[in-house]
């Protein structure tokens, strides 16, 4: 199996097979985001070498595949004929539906025990696959794509060049979930600042019950090295959230979430660990913040070295 240029994977793909689709990320704008801007450039993998992969993963492992991640940045990529809107004529090629299709349908009949083929995807390249391409992805295999929302305020949005708006995020999210694809939403507490972050939680809630996605998991901004966000915190430009103000956030953007939806904050960049079912744990995950609030702040870990 051959892997290029740094390999992510959320969480709770930890017992996944990894099998590269794609190298890079078709956007590698966002400002807080440190995982490719030394590369490498965006590219598609030809679907041959991917089944290779595939085939020498299961000369290995056997039967005992039962999900499969497809890195990198972003497997759901857009349609070649929008490709100049992010890169400079031809020097490169997106993945078409068709092909992650194949590789989808390869995927199942490669590994009998495969329950899950789950992918990277942002909102502006979901929405350009439309609800058709999505069904066709579906129909294939494609079982969730996990999106990184991030905040539902279109000021923070830009901000953080994210590429996306609210409005555009809500219909990527309702295409994804009618096409019957699981939908995983990440929310980056703290990623609006001080001065945001009321709205940023106001705005994110509105954005996730428009939704109603099968997961929201929730992670904490961590500024990242050689990333313009770090450098307008280091120059005193954005304001980081402290342990009590982030914890004061996720509240208030919980209080505010009324769907059913399954919560998590599993990952290292929180201050407490947050998972349960809404809106019948609701109660007990509040209960919790409001308990995290009566330690002392200096028990948690530091939010920034060097910051005020």
């Known amino acids: 199996m051959r892997y290029e240029g740094p390999i992510y994977r959320p969480p709770s793909e930890a017992d996944s097979l990894l099998i590269q689709a794609t190298i890079g990320c078709p956007h590698n704008r966002c400002t807080f985001c440190m995982v490719y801007k030394n590369g490498p450039r965006y590219r598609v993998r030809p679907v041959n070498d991917v089944k290779e992969d595939m085939l020498e993963a299961r000369s290995v ?16 990529a857009m349609k070649t004929e929008d490709l100049a809107m992010v890169f400079p004529a031809g020097n490169t090629i997106a993945m078409k539906t068709e092909d992650l299709a194949e590789i989808c349908r390869f995927a199942r009949a490669t590994f009998p025990s495969l329950e899950r083929i789950t992918v990277y995807g942002s909102s502006q390249f979901i929405h350009k696959k439309g609800p058709r391409q999505l069904e066709q992805l579906a ?41 019957g694809i699981e939908l995983s939403l990440y929310v980056v507490l703290g990623i609006g600042g001080r001065d945001r972050t009321r709205e940023h939680a106001e705005e994110t809630a509105r954005v996730i019950n428009e939704i109603a996605p099968d997961l929201v998991r929730l992670r904490t901004f961590v500024p990242k090295i050689n990333t313009p966000l770090l450098k307008e915190v280091m120059e005193g430009r ?12 996720a509240a208030s953007l919980l209080e505010r979430l009324t769907i059913s939806t399954m919560l998590t904050s599993d990952h290292y960049t929180n201050y407490i660990n947050l998972c349960g079912r809404l809106p019948y744990d609701m109660p007990r995950l509040l209960d919790e913040i409001s308990h995290a609030h009566e330690r002392d702040e200096s028990e948690f870990r530091p939010f920034f070295i060097g910051t005020e």
Do not use: C
């Open 61 to 76: 492992y056997g039967p005992r595949v039962r999900t499969l991640f497809l890195p990198a940045g972003n497997t759901i």
């Open 139 to 179: 129909r294939a295999g494609l079982g969730r794509i996990h999106v990184g929302l991030e905040s539902g305020d279109d000021v923070i949005l830009k901000h953080i060049r994210k590429g996306t708006h609210a409005e555009q995020q809500i219909e990527a999210g309702r295409w994804t979930m009618a096409a």
């Open 238 to 249: 954005f304001k980081m959230l402290t342990p009590y103000a982030v914890l004061k956030e």
